[in-house]
């Protein structure tokens, strides 16, 4: 599965960079401005920095594009400044016995400061010894990871392109974004959805008369793009806002988006991971009323009597009538039956975020909005149909047609023998230059992301996985970077008993984040802000291409981690980083080529009409090229082809049609995925008999930070409470526990524990609670994480066997006023350095 397609474009057109057709010019200028300003680019957005005396002072977007703010864009200086790694330093007990490190006191022990050259001997000869100890399959490199942006700077590619060359490592396939939908949606609809571009705003602000926002909030999750940000998609909904058009937002959660939309929007607020059920009795009541389209089922869909048998109970005696789903998900009866009215009668666009399948049986829910949406009859026509991408980096908003740059890939295996790099292994069949994009697995054995802890610890169990069997492999050496999975992945306490069983860690990184401190080397890198690198803007629409220029000098005597695997590559054979760096390119050598791609491609289309300069002379511009939509790309339907002419333009999947019923899932023979859309339980819910714990604890992406990203910095102070992060109650629920607003309180259940920071209000109905992901992990003696982090109460199992994603937002917890324990020490050292290091 190819996360990002967007860039795929950008693979086949790499050849073109082969002819550079540039006069040489003045050079690419490189130094530093000290006081003034610099554009560049990150996540958050084009950013400008005003730098004086050589350091940051402010950052701001480049370019204002709508009124709604974007906080994320102002912290550079705290990026830069705070809480960094300040040298190479090696875990005391591995320094001493690298073969005998005691593994059981990583993030206990001691760190030890080394010279850099030292650090980068011993991990080669570390890395060389497990290979050549344990083979390919002891290598855990996956690496999932947000990173930062940029070409370049591509952290995990560039550790692929590494552990490739050297020989090949363990990666993994899917993400935690969408794990259940990415691997669903293929069977159904023939695509993934989640990464594709949706049908475009103008098209939905002219026609939709309802839209539906299920389960999403983007006027949080649109602050940022997995590339830059174009922030392309605020001012859409702002206009959707003021539009008049029925505006219905179905979340348990009171968010920024349904401020955003106060007075304009009607908010329903279901259960939490219940939807399935409200969906499932719109599609009874559209059935029993007639109100469907017959027609679009029988063209464009197969397998509806099936499932029809299901609706109305033949299938195990329950019919999922209105009144079956009021009991479940808590929405009234006669509500389901307006809604589904509603949506029938109007021209609706269903738009749905990813939260909801980041539950147990998540798989469910999209394809349960396909098979509505089929039922609804306007998949295909202007402003109907669903959408899932429309949350997300800038859906929607219309492609433009320009250049697109080529990135660092992650090479391809190689052989080494004797100490010398032979070349890549080829004849053994091994996939070469899979990587363009930032998720595509080109490691030769992998397992799905989520299931990272069960591998470390489960060596040789086997694994259902969408029809396949996977049996995990024996990694005893981890290598990450970019990523902060001590604080992303749940069920904190399994997994730090996974990263207590390898013999060694080793993590690039900028901040002493939980990872960090959970390894046994550590390499201190630089954050984008301190290299130079190029991206392309928002992710669907590669709206411009800007220069991510540096801003102010290598902090602390960091490298960039292009640096560290060139001189790993020098340690590690003969012959490898010239491999690595295709013959000693140099960063500017890179931009350069990536650059010239883009640049090459839009001087040879004439239509265009824009003529791009040297790179040279666009490079000291330090300006972003904007490209422009079409009025193809203005007009865009999904699925319109495939509505004018099925045949002809037949969808992915087995019958070419939408399949509401799945054989290719039938044979499977799953008990937690079923051949049509199901209502499971999940393992934990409200509804369950015996609860293990009162609250269903939802925790969802942070408006403020990303993940895990920028909790050190000042934007803290605007959210934590009682120097936590916060936990949002309901005035009921904290009355008839006596918690007040701003008290600290212990969230807890069989899996662990955590202080946060009350807040007391109606943002969460009765008996939920929200507690943002991403607060680094910060425990205790006892366990205890003092700093808030949500996944050391979350469970990790996966969604089912067909998908396998995470399940973070099923989750019973039980909260109290903190009491402390005789002597407890709850000072918060999230953001400090550990034992040992400065
Ligand atoms: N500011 C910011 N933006 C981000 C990110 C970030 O960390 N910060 N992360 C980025 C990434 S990597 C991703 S994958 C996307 C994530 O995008 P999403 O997965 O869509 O984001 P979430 O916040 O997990 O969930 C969205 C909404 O779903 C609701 N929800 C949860 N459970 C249920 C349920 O059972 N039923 C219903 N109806 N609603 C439910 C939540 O209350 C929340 O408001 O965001 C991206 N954008
Ligand atoms: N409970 C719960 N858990 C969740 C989710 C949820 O909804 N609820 N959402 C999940 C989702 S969708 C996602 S995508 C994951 C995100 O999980 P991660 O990708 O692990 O999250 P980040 O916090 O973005 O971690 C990025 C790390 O990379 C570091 N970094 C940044 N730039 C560089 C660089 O140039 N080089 C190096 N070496 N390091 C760099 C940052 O300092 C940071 O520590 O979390 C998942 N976890
Ligand atoms: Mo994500």
């Known amino acids: 599965m190819k996360r990002r397609s967007f860039l795929k474009g950008s693979v086949a057109l790499g050849a073109a960079s082969a002819i550079p057709n540039f006069a040489l010019g003045a050079e690419a200028n490189t130094a530093l401005v000290k006081n003034g300003e610099v554009i560049t680019g990150a996540h958050w957005g084009i950013l400008k920095a005003t730098v004086k005396d050589g350091k940051i002072v402010k950052s701001q977007a480049w370019k204002k594009t709508s009124n709604v703010p974007n906080p994320l864009q102002t912290a550079m200086d705290d990026l830069v400044y705070k809480a960094r790694i300040k040298a190479p330093m090696v875990r005391k007990s591995y320094l001493e016995n690298p073969d005998s490190p005691k593994p059981e006191l990583r993030g206990k ?21 497990t290979r050549e100890q344990k083979g390919m399959n002891s290598i855990c490199a996956g690496s999932y990871a947000w990173q930062s942006s940029g070409a370049l700077g591509m952290a995990r590619t560039l550790l692929h392109r590494f552990m490739n060359m050297t020989g090949g490592f363990v990666g993994v396939t899917g993400d935690f974004s969408t794990g259940a939908a990415q691997v669903i949606l293929p069977h159904v609809v023939g695509s993934s959805q989640v990464y594709e571009q949706q049908t475009v705003w103008p098209v939905v602000l002219e026609n939709s008369k309802v839209v539906v926002l299920w389960g999403m909030n983007p006027i949080g999750t649109l602050r940022l793009s997995f590339t830059v940000s174009d922030e392309g998609s605020f001012k859409y909904f702002e206009k959707l806002r003021d539009s008049g058009k029925e505006i219905i937002i179905i979340d348990p959660l009171k968010t920024i988006t349904t401020k955003f939309f106060e007075g304009k929007a009607t908010h329903i607020r279901p259960t939490p991971n219940t939807d399935v059920a409200m969906m499932l009795a719109m599609a009874n009541h559209l059935l029993k009323s007639g109100k469907y389209d017959k027609e679009f089922l029988s063209t464009y869909t197969v397998g509806f009597d099936k499932f029809e048998q299901y609706l109305l109970g033949k299938e195990d005696g329950v019919e999922k009538t209105p009144e079956w789903a009021e009991k ?48 609804l009859g306007q998949i295909g026509l202007p402003g109907g149909g669903f959408g899932f991408s429309y949350h997300y980096a800038n859906g929607g908003t219309p492609s433009c047609v320009g250049g697109v740059i080529k990135t660092i890939n992650a090479g391809s295996v190689g052989i080494i023998k004797d100490g010398k790099y032979m070349g890549p292994a080829n004849a053994d069949g091994a996939k070469e230059n899979a990587a363009q994009s930032w998720l595509s697995n080109t490691a030769l054995m992998s397992y799905p992301v989520a299931r990272n802890a069960d591998a470390l610890l489960n060596p040789g169990a086997t694994l259902d996985d969408n029809g396949n069997k996977i049996t995990y492999p024996d990694m005893d050496f981890i290598y990450w970077v970019g990523g902060n999975p001590l604080t992303q992945q749940q069920d904190t306490n ?122 040279e002379e666009w490079w000291n511009k330090n300006e972003p090229t ?9 007009s865009y339907v999904t699925f319109a082809d495939f509505r004018e002419d099925p045949i002809l333009n037949a969808l992915g999947t087995p019958s070419g049609l939408i399949e509401i019923y799945s054989e290719t899932i039938e044979k499977m023979g799953y008990d937690d995925c079923k051949a049509h859309p199901t209502w499971f339980e999940p393992i934990e819910w409200l509804g369950m008999k015996d609860k293990p714990a009162r609250f269903h604890m939802i925790s969802p992406h942070p ?46 259940n069989a899996r662990g524990q955590i202080l946060a920071g009350a807040v007391v209000n109606d943002d969460t109905p009765r008996n939920v609670v929200k507690l943002c992901e991403g607060a680094w992990y910060d425990p205790n003696e006892n366990g205890l994480c003092k700093n808030g982090s949500a996944n050391v109460l979350t469970i990790d199992i ?41």
């Open 703 to 748: 408006n403020d930070r990303l993940h895990s990203q920028q909790n050190q910095t000042k934007l803290r102070d605007s959210y934590a409470v009682a120097g936590r992060e916060p936990i949002f109650i309901n005035e009921e629920d904290a009355k008839e526990l006596g918690i007040k607003g701003g008290d600290l309180v212990r969230v807890f």
């Open 109 to 129: 022990d001691e760190w030890v400061e080394v010279p850099y050259e030292e650090a980068i001997k011993l991990v080669a000869k570390e890395l060389k010894k």
């Open 494 to 615: 399994k997994n730090v008993k996974a990263w207590r069983k390898p013999r060694t860690i080793v993590v690039n990184e900028i901040y002493w984040t939980p990872t960090a401190k959970m390894a046994d080397i550590v390499f201190p890198v630089t954050s984008s802000y301190e290299r130079n690198d190029i991206s392309m803007t928002g992710d669907y629409t590669n709206m411009h291409i800007v220069p991510q220029k540096q801003v102010v000098e290598k902090q602390f005597g960091a490298k960039d981690d292009y640096q560290v695997f060139v001189d790993l590559c020098k340690a590690y054979a003969d012959g490898l980083a010239e491999a690595y760096t295709e013959g000693g390119k140099t960063e500017m050598d890179w931009i350069k080529e990536f650059y010239e791609t883009a640049a090459n491609q839009v001087n040879a289309n004439e239509a265009l009409g824009i003529k791009m300069p040297s790179f």
């Open 798 to 838: 996966p969604t089912s066997k067909l998908a396998n994603g995470n399940i973070s937002h099923t989750c019973l917890v039980n909260i109290e006023p903190y009491k402390p324990k005789e002597g407890e020490d709850i000072t918060l050292t999230a953001f400090m350095p550990p034992k040992g290091a400065k």
């Open 626 to 634: 904007e490209f422009s939509p079409t009025m193809e790309s203005e």
């Open 328 to 375: 479940i998900c808590g929405i009234e009866a006669k509500v389901i039956k307006e809604l589904a009215e509603k949506f029938f009668d109007n021209r609706t666009m269903i738009m749905a975020g990813w939260g909801m399948q980041r539950a147990h049986h998540g798989e469910q829910v999209h394809w349960m909005i396909v098979t509505l949406a089929s039922m």
